[in-house]
């Protein structure tokens, strides 16, 4: 079975984690979710994941004693769901393709570093797009700019506000996760490469 560790940032609701791990309870994604990773003890994500049962940690060195973690834990796949910070290099090297994120727009516009939260949305309405929604892509060392493995489009409507936008885009976000995921476990072993 694969073994999925899902690392959430210090602010995140943790959506798209709880997506990840009830398809993967529901048995629609043939992988276990083995480990949820933080970087602060008082992230809402981890106290939602102990409350789902999961294995939840806090790594105060997170860059120093990430890979270490992964590597312990015989990780296959991360997906990154809220992490808003680089990936150390060392763990971007030994998890080439085998590391995703989910960003709520269409890359390779409206995203990089400070591209995050309502400010995408902001930007996409200003730019006068009609057409948003979110990218699963593998995660290298530069922000937003790995390889697309799935993309799930939505209209952005004449009156949205950036909060309405955000919140069609959330919805369609869990489901690009599950069906990249379940993409990666269709190719896999990328660790062949
Ligand atoms: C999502 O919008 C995702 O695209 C971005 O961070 C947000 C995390 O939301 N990377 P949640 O914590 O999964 O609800």
Redesign the pocket.
Known sequence: MTKIAII?GSK??????RAIIKACQAGELEAAVALVIGPSRDAP?LQVAREMGMHAVVLDQFDAQLLGTLVEHKIDLICL??YMRLIPEDVVETFHYRML????ALLPKFGGKGM?GMKVHEAVIAAGELISG?TVHFVSDRYDEGATLLQKTCHVLPHDTPEMLAGRV?SL?HRCYIDAIKLWLERNPYTDR
């Not at 995140?12 to 984690?17: A, F, H, I, T």
């Not at 994120?101 to 709520?104: A, K, L, Y």
Request: net charge neutral; with cysteine.
């Open positions: 959430v995140g609701r943790g959506s798209n984690m994500a769901a809220g994120n989910i960003h709520p995050w979110c959330l976000e």
